[in-house]
Antibody, heavy 123, light 108 residues
Framework: QVQLQESGPGLVKPSETLSLTCTVS??????????WSWIRQSPGKGLEWIGY???????QYNPSLKSRITMSVDTSKNQFSLNLSSVTAADTAVYYC???????????????WGQGTLVTVSS | DIQMTQSPSSLSASVGDRVTITCRAS??????LNWYQQKPGKAPKLLIF???SLQSGVPPRFSGSGSGTDFTLTISTLQPEDFATYYC??????????FGQGTKVEIK
């Protein structure tokens, strides 16, 4: 059974960098069949895709956040990470990691998801 | 970007009711449409992929249909555990992988 678990600080100061890690168990990030993704959900709001990373290190980011995002993958630890720089209160959200499965170039879906971690941006 | 619009934003229903949720894309997305269920305090869970394919382990009372711009998620006989928020998500034109704003199914 594949499981994903987010970890990282729950409180980040404005203008600093939010850093989260997702640890994958029951699957390998180097499988090559999946893309490893981050999604966030602001309090009381909907879901916003942040981006994904492939085991090779190639990435795709949401254009609305692209200038502030860096993602990386650590195959030795079976983890992938998110850095979001210059955060503001608008970045306060529950951050989820998820596996993006694909069948062909356009059939893609997020499954499974981590339980999520709340990150609050506040001084 | 392709925008996804769900309707209604919320609905009240009783156990045993048939429930239908609609998702409309701002342009044609063929059948590249997925549905998720989210319960309070939990992560979303994949219900249906490719518009109508039921994810393994999901009860058959859930079904999806549609293509192009208009899609529906139907719960044939609402169960107590189905009270949740449902989201659609397109994968036709990316990035980004946009979600609908959600439909909350509440107890009547």
């Amino acid at each position: 059974q594949v499981q994903l678990q987010e970890s990282g600080p729950g409180l980040v100061k404005p203008s600093e960098t939010l850093s989260l890690t997702c640890t994958v168990s029951g699957d390998s990030v180097i499988t090559g069949l999946y893309y490893w993704s981050w999604i966030r959900q602001s309090p009381g709001k909907g879901l916003e895709w942040i981006g994904y990373i492939y085991y090779s290190g190639s990435t795709q980011y949401n254009p609305s956040l692209k200038s502030r995002i860096t993602m990386s993958v650590d195959t030795s630890k079976n983890q992938f990470s998110l850095n979001l720089s210059s955060v503001t209160a608008a970045d306060t959200a529950v951050y989820y990691c998820a596996r993006l499965g694909a069948q062909g170039p356009r059939f893609k879906w997020f499954d499974p998801w981590g339980q999520g971690t709340l990150v609050t941006v506040s001084s | 970007d392709i925008q996804m619009t769900q309707s209604p934003s919320s609905l009240s229903a009783s156990v045993g009711d048939r429930v239908t949720i609609t998702c409309r894309a701002s342009q044609s997305i063929s059948i590249y449409l997925n549905w998720y269920q989210q319960k309070p305090g939990k992560a979303p869970k994949l219900l249906i992929f490719a518009a109508s394919s039921l994810q393994s382990g999901v009860p058959p009372r859930f079904s999806g249909s549609g293509s192009g711009t208009d899609f529906t998620l139907t719960i044939s006989t609402l169960q107590p555990e189905d009270f949740a928020t449902y989201y659609c998500q397109q994968s036709y034109s990316t990035p980004p992988y946009n979600f609908g704003q959600g439909t909350k199914v509440e107890i009547k």
